[in-house]
């Protein structure tokens, strides 16, 4: 049997997300910081990229029992890992990203591609959950979008 590998949006979005996590641990990895905040960003953004591999590895092996409820709870934990990491990423007190001497970019590898994995795995929680929504409701209308859009817009301004 011939290796399929899926054309689908959102594989490719699981891809995206685990090529962003690859990226933001290596960046993170390569500076010197020994505090407990450091770590703990280290571990969530390790992770983020295990959720977003297991995304990757399961649309390629076990497509039908992964799409649904295994694939939501896969999603949110990658948007909650981002979530609760990124405010540290960006505080400059914890020099991470961000210096605290005068507010400058100190890995922008880390500050960019961390907002994107974030982005990224946004998107992937809203194709879930509006095919979702579209599966389960007879008459799919636009106020999940619009929920979702909030959704989106609250986590940002809390990262931020």
Not at 2 to 16: E, G, H, L
Not at 77 to 104: E, Q, R
Request: hydrophobic residues 55%; contains cysteine; aromatic residues 14%.
């Amino acid at each position: 049997m011939p290796f399929a590998v899926p054309d689908t949006p959102r594989f490719q979005s699981w891809c995206i997300a685990f090529t962003l996590s690859c990226v933001c641990v290596a960046s993170h990895a390569s500076q010197i910081i020994d505090t407990d905040v450091s770590k703990w960003v280290l571990a969530a953004i390790c992770v983020s990229l295990v959720f977003s591999f297991s995304g990757v590895v399961s649309y390629l092996t076990i497509l039908d029992k992964f799409q649904g409820r295994v694939e939501t709870v896969t999603a949110s934990f990658l948007v909650i890992f981002w979530a609760a990491s990124l405010p540290f990423i960006m505080d400059p007190g914890n020099n991470i990203a961000v210096t605290s001497t005068n507010f400058a970019i100190v890995n922008a590898n880390l500050y960019f591609f961390s907002w994107a994995a974030f982005g990224y795995s946004l998107l992937i929680f809203a194709q879930v959950a509006s095919e979702i929504a579209v599966r389960d409701l007879t008459k799919p209308n636009g106020k999940i979008a619009k929920w979702l859009g909030l959704l989106v817009s609250s986590i940002i301004v809390v990262a931020s």
